[in-house]
């Protein structure tokens, strides 16, 4: 059981992560945020798979617990702007932290449609960014 300390309610953050596949297995991931204890609950559907299947799928399930600040498409994405951070001066510096700011924030919530619309905005942002500073248009080759 994990070690959850007493506080008035609405003080402790627990994180839940449910990972699941199409064969019936579930992984809940639950994290205290306060003490950083995760403890995992695995619940199968399907109470006959041996023991070998049952790590084959675990490890593949492991996969999918990749953080969207971890995936490619957003790592390039930090990467461009940080490039165009160092690069810039001034407000447009301060600018592009503030929108580099709120995507890492997006990133950290978990929520894939917040992410995807979040990713599409600062792509923007950053092609705009591009234009306006180097007069280049649609931004770098990915």
């Not at 994990?2 to 449910?18: S, Y």
């Not at 995507?103 to 990713?119: D, M, P, T, Y």
Request: glycine share 6%; net charge negative.
């Amino acid at each position: 059981m994990m070690n959850v300390p007493r506080a008035p309610a609405g003080n402790i953050v627990v994180e839940l992560r449910f990972t699941y596949d199409i064969n019936g297995i579930l992984e809940v991931d639950a994290t205290c945020k306060q003490t950083c204890e995760t403890q995992t609950k695995l619940i199968l559907t399907n109470k006959n798979i041996s023991q070998e299947e049952l790590a084959i799928r675990r490890k593949e399930l492991q996969k999918l617990k990749i953080s969207p600040r971890d995936q490619d498409e957003n790592r390039f994405l930090l990467e461009w702007g940080a490039r165009l951070y160092e690069e810039c001066t001034g407000i447009t510096r301060e600018i592009v932290q503030a929108e580099m700011n709120l995507f890492v924030s997006v990133l950290a919530q978990n929520h894939i449609g917040e992410i995807g619309k979040a990713r599409q905005r600062f792509t923007q942002f950053l092609e705009q960014q591009e234009d306006d500073n180097y007069g280049l248009s649609g931004g770098y080759e990915r």
